[in-house]
């Protein structure tokens, strides 16, 4: 899967997830989402966020709960 709007780098937000390099993190979009709050609302509160954002980070969030941790064991 693609997510070029989610991006981590050390050096933004300790190395979170964020969007498209800004220092809103994946979890800071999910957290409103989950407090009830619409995309409408977001991108009113946070206006250098598009719908496409919201979107990846659900997806990106989605992915990564999927993904598993496989141990190998020598």
């Known amino acids: ?32 989402l989950a407090s009830g709050n619409s995309v409408a609302t977001i991108l009113n509160e946070y206006p250098y966020l598009v719908a496409e954002d919201v979107t990846q980070a659900l997806a990106y969030a989605s992915w990564r709960v999927n993904e598993r941790e496989v141990v190998l064991t020598l």
Do not use: A, Q, W
């Not at 991006?7 to 994946?26: L, S």
């Open 1 to 32: 899967m693609k997510f070029d709007r989610i991006t981590i780098n050390p050096e933004v937000m300790g190395g979170k997830p964020c969007v498209r390099g800004m220092r809103v993190t994946v979890s800071t979009v999910l957290d409103l």
